[in-house]
């Protein structure tokens, strides 16, 4: 038993990860000044091993290539958000010209894929069958406005703050993304080199959310979302004197469209006494018996409103959600700015300002 005095470590939300306890005078190294360690969620104290949780970086491996995606402009179809625009005379812009400013846009895209998406046979990182699928736009960049060799930098929401954190630092290797980067140049008095990221491809792999893992429970659980950094090549477009820690804007890659549903009752059984255990059940040695949640037939919608349906007689499935897409600039508080539509009296300043 420890008592805990207070959460986070004055960083943005680190009350939601962080928290410090007292020192009672237990022995040992453990427990001194200022030193830090990773805790887990324990469910049974007596039964350590089995209902101790798993942390891991959820991976994706992309289905189709880019060109089997169509994008099209919905007609005269508008969003929730309105086109908010302001005049901003040229007294207070960096080039002294007067422009208009959007901060959001109402245009919306539908994007449906060219070709059915077989899901036979595919499994997700515990070996189920997937639940869920993800459409994951990624910042192309071939203006060169953004990005340098390093390309897209990667990290979770617990590494974002109100300033740049170091951990987006391009010495910080364990930001970056495996998405190949290309290059170009162009000359003009002077020569620049202007980077933009490649297109991913049928089978490659790209990271997801921070996520939680418990056996006995047999659930997965988000810890923190998976964010993409575009920072602006300062080689072009300077808005900061630390080069390698340039602000930029955040984004999430990953938007889920839920295509099967597990139950959210734990099943429990023996093999000797029951029937059709799937192979995905996980065996508690301390309990005697298998431990698995079922996967709902289509159709089927529990109580609690879990479950996904399509009635349709080709026996297919057209998942469908809404989107909304959004660039989180630099310093802004992003956890309000997602949470609900925030329509401020004018826009957002970023550091291009």
Known sequence: MFQVYSLGNNSKDSDKYIFNIYNLGYSGN?????????????????????????????RHRILTNLDELNITKSGFERNIFKNNTKLEYSSITPNNITRTSKLTSSYVYNITTSKDIN??????????????????????????????????????????????????????????????????????????????????????????DFCEWNEYEQKEVVVSTYYQKIKFNQDVFQTSLNVRNSPGYYYTPHNHLTIRSFSDYIETGSADEVDNIPNYAFYSSFDQEFRWRDLYDYGF?????????????????????????????????????????????????????
């Open 30 to 58: 453990t427990f001194l000044d200022s030193v830090s360690g990773t805790f887990k969620r324990v469910i049974n104290p007596e039964n350590l091993d089995e209902t101790r949780s798993k942390y891991y970086i959820k």
């Open 119 to 208: 899901i036979q046979g595919v499994l997700d990182n515990q070996k189920r069958p997937i639940s869920e699928l993800s459409l994951t736009i990624i910042n192309k960049g071939y203006s060169g406005l953004f990005n340098n060799s390093n390309g897209i930098k990667q990290g979770w929401g617990f590494n974002i703050d109100d300033d740049s954190s170091d951990w987006w630092d391009d010495s910080n290797t364990l930001s970056n993304t495996n998405i190949p980067v290309s290059s170009y140049s162009n000359t003009n008095g002077v020569t620049k080199t202007f980077y933009y990221n490649n297109d991913l491809k049928i089978g490659d792999l790209i990271d997801g």
């Open 301 to 353: 919608i529990d109580d609690l409103g879990n479950g996904v349906d399509y009635p349709y007689f080709n026996s297919s499935h057209y998942p469908f959600g809404d989107i909304n897409f959004r660039l989180i600039p630099e310093g802004s508080n992003f956890n309000k700015f997602l949470l609900g539509i925030n329509v401020p009296d004018k826009p957002l300043f970023d550091d291009c300002e």
